[in-house]
């Protein structure tokens, strides 16, 4: 019987959930837990690890898992990993629900950055108004540039910050271009440093960037070992009925 692991966090994992609930294909959604109140799915959901590779292969075992898709942000490298070991210890198909990443167009001003520590260096020595939109989980790096002010927009509050000098917005997307804009001028923003995440739902702050003439630091996305990558939810399910 074909029974599915959804690893989740995204927009698309979202779509995933509604496609395979409506095709009455018995599946679990999992968030990591990162957010304090996920978004309801019409799925079974479990919140939180797995517990390492180890863990997560006897999860698939216990639970007679044949298929994962792992439609987590295309940033989640580890558990992406996780899950590449994991379903090749458990003999379970692994494929990737996943975003193209953006490209740049006409107007756009990006420096390509490999990672977060990139970015860190890349902005300048005097004094900018960055808005920093790469989440939570990396904020610390940036304390090693304490002489710039930091917009930050978080789904949750955050608590207590590394950086000296920021502002805090929560809000969870999708956004959209008249928002960005306004946020961006509300904020004499200067900079602006992202992760290339891909889809729609975040594209608008690097639009706003493009049409306010402001350099955008671009975080590339990292390696995660080849599988069975697919850019349709119709694509993914396909692969899992058949």
Not at 23 to 52: C, H, I, K, N
Not at 107 to 136: C, N, Q, S
Not at 140 to 162: I, K, S
Not at 216 to 241: E, G, N, S
Request: with cysteine.
């Amino acid at each position: 019987m074909t029974r599915v692991l959804l690893l989740g966090g995204t927009t698309e994992a979202s779509l995933m959930a509604r496609a395979l609930a409506a095709a009455g294909v018995e599946a679990v959604f999992s968030y990591a837990g990162r957010t304090d109140q996920p978004v309801a799915q019409p799925l079974p959901m479990r919140v939180g690890g797995f517990g390492g590779v180890e863990g997560l292969a006897g999860w698939l075992r216990d639970e007679g898992i044949t298929h994962v898709v792992d439609a987590t942000h295309p940033f989640a490298a580890q558990m992406s990993r996780h899950a590449v070991l994991a379903c090749d210890q458990a003999d379970v198909a692994l494929s990737a629900l996943e975003r193209a990443p953006w490209q740049a167009g006409p107007g756009d001003d990006w420096r390509h950055v490999a990672d977060v520590a990139g970015a860190v260096d890349a902005l300048p020595e005097a004094p900018a108004r960055v808005f920093l939109a790469i989440g939570k989980l990396h904020l610390a790096a940036f304390a090693a540039r304490p002489q710039h002010h930091y917009l930050l927009r978080l789904v949750d509050p955050p608590g207590d910050l590394p950086l000296p000098d920021t502002a805090v917005v929560v809000a969870r997307g999708p956004f959209d271009l008249a928002g960005d804009l306004a946020l961006m001028r509300d904020h004499a923003i200067t900079h602006v440093v992202a992760k290339n995440a891909g889809g729609s739902g975040a594209r608008a702050k690097l639009e706003a960037a493009r049409e306010l003439g402001l350099p955008v630091i671009l975080i590339a996305r990292p390696d995660v070992a080849a599988r069975q990558v697919f850019a349709q939810v119709a694509d993914v399910l396909h692969w899992i009925t058949g």
